[in-house]
C-alpha cells in the first residue's frame, strides 16, 4: 500500500483513474436543496419525516429514503436524465440507478468499506450546506491501482481523503472502497451530512 494521500480540497474537475470529482455538478441543485428542506420539516411535525435508520454494527449507520418519497417525479427525471448524459460522455455507461437520498447526523458514519456492487460505478452527489464555521465532511476512498479497470491484478493502492461540498459530484469504480466521515453536532437531518446516491453501469 502507497503512503495515504491527504488532500483538503480538489479542483473543479478531477480524473484520477477511476476516480472523477465535478465541482457545481448541477444546475438545479439549489432547487434540490430546497425540496429537501420542505420534505424534511423535522421542527414542524414532531420529528416525522420520511427517513428511515439503516444500521450494520461496526460497519455504517446512516438515515435513508428513496429519493421518489422525498422529491416530486420530474424532479427525480431530471436529475437521472443529468447523470446519464454525463455518465455517457465520461464512462461510456448507458444505466443510472435512481439515487437514494442518505443523511448522516450526530453518531452515524461508515467505515471503509467495499459496496456489494461487481460491476460498474457508484456515485454521490452532495447537498450538505457547509455554512459558517462549520467543518466540511469527508469521503475516505482506497483508490486500487490497476491498469484498467477490468484488470483484476492489484500492485497497490492510494488512501485519498475528498470533501463533501454542495454540489459536489463524486464518482469512483466500485471496486473501491470507500468511507463517510462527517464532522456532525447535530440530530436534526437538515444540519446532517446529505448525499444522493447511486450507480452507473
Known amino acids: 500500500m502507497k503512503a495515504e494521500k491527504l488532500q483538503s480540497d480538489l479542483p473543479v474537475t478531477t480524473a484520477v483513474g477511476s476516480l472523477r470529482v465535478e465541482d457545481s455538478f448541477y444546475a438545479e441543485a439549489n432547487l434540490l436543496r430546497s425540496q429537501l428542506e420542505d420534505a424534511l420539516p423535522a421542527r414542524d411535525h414532531a420529528g ?27 424532479c427525480t427525471r431530471q ?39 461487481m460491476l460498474g460505478w457508484h456515485y454521490m452527489l452532495c447537498l450538505t450546506r457547509n455554512e459558517g464555521s462549520r467543518k466540511r465532511d469527508q469521503v475516505r476512498m482506497m483508490i486500487l491501482n490497476r491498469p484498467d479497470r477490468h484488470n483484476r491484478l492489484i500492485g497497490a493502492c492510494d488512501l485519498l481523503h475528498a470533501e463533501l461540498t454542495f454540489n459536489r459530484l463524486i464518482v469512483h469504480d466500485t471496486q473501491h472502497a470507500y468511507g463517510i466521515e462527517p464532522e456532525l453536532s447535530s440530530m436534526d437531518p437538515l444540519l446532517g451530512t446529505i448525499i444522493l446516491d447511486g450507480y452507473l453501469w
Open 48 to 74: 416525522i419525516t420520511p427517513l428511515t435508520y439503516i444500521f450494520s454494527e461496526n460497519r455504517f449507520q446512516y438515515l435513508s429514503a428513496s429519493m421518489d418519497s422525498v422529491f416530486p417525479a420530474e
Open 79 to 117: 436529475l437521472v436524465e443529468t447523470l446519464a448524459d454525463w455518465a455517457d460522455r465520461e464512462l461510456s455507461t448507458s444505466h443510472v440507478s435512481t439515487p437514494q437520498v442518505r443523511v448522516y447526523v450526530r453518531g452515524c458514519r461508515r467505515s471503509v468499506l467495499q459496496d456489494a456492487v
